[in-house]
T-cell receptor, first 111, second 117 residues
């Protein structure tokens, strides 16, 4: 089955700096790669996703890149703010539609 | 976006009892729903795929006789934790996909926090 690895497990940045989280996946058939933000005790919230037919997608301060050849994808957050502090999960899915999650990254934005 | 609800949001039960958790898609139909479990400070792990009108598909290591799944309608899936034990204490979250093909997106319920005493 699919295996998703995520790094780093913790990330601290100064407010205004950029944050980058990286994930790799194992199943070349995976074609959907969402990123979720989860605050303590709450449901994961989709913040951005990318599908295998594109290499990059941007939504305001958030961007995701996908390298299908290398089987890795990354989340980029620019101009970080304290409210960006949360746990971020990457995930991958294919035709079976079920999501395989990475291990999560605790992002702390220091004011 | 689409809305998925879960009930209850929190439940405390005694060891050996059964607990039912409901997952509903409120504004769309879902022939498939997914059940995940999340232990503290860990990632979400898929437990099973709930299929409307047919048996659920369980992930390796998940006991189908302990975690009963029923997908009785296009908007409701239930997960029953039978004979619950303290090690079953966890955050249970369902999700439902909507859209098709490259337009498909999964929406998560708010989760149910189960504490077994």
């Amino acid at each position: 089955g699919e295996n998703v690895e995520q790094h780093p497990s913790t990330l601290s940045v100064q407010e205004g700096d950029s944050a980058v989280i990286k994930c790799t996946y194992s199943d070349s058939a995976s074609n959907y790669f969402p990123w979720y933000k989860q605050e303590l005790g709450k449901r994961p919230q989709l913040i951005i996703d990318i599908r295998s037919n594109v290499g990059e997608k941007k939504d305001q301060r958030i961007a995701v890149t996908l390298n299908k050849t290398a089987k890795h994808f990354s989340l980029h957050i620019t101009e970080t703010q304290p409210e960006d502090s949360a746990v971020y999960f990457c995930a991958a899915s294919g035709s079976a539609r079920q999501l395989t999650f990475g291990s999560g990254t605790q992002l702390t934005v220091l004011p | 976006g689409a809305v998925v609800s879960q009930h209850p949001s929190r439940v405390i039960c005694k060891s050996g009892t059964s607990v039912k958790i409901e997952c509903r898609s409120l504004d769309f139909q879902a022939t498939t729903m997914f059940w995940y479990r999340q232990f503290p400070k860990q990632s979400l792990m898929l437990m099973a795929t709930s299929n409307e009108g047919s048996k659920a598909t369980y992930e390796q290591g998940v006991e189908k006789d302990k975690f009963l799944i029923n997908h009785a309608s296009l908007t409701l899936s239930t997960l029953t934790v039978t004979s619950a034990h303290p090690e079953d204490s966890s955050f249970y979250i369902c999700s439902a996909p909507t859209g098709t093909g490259f337009q498909e997106t999964q929406y998560f319920g708010p989760g149910t926090r189960l504490l077994v005493l």
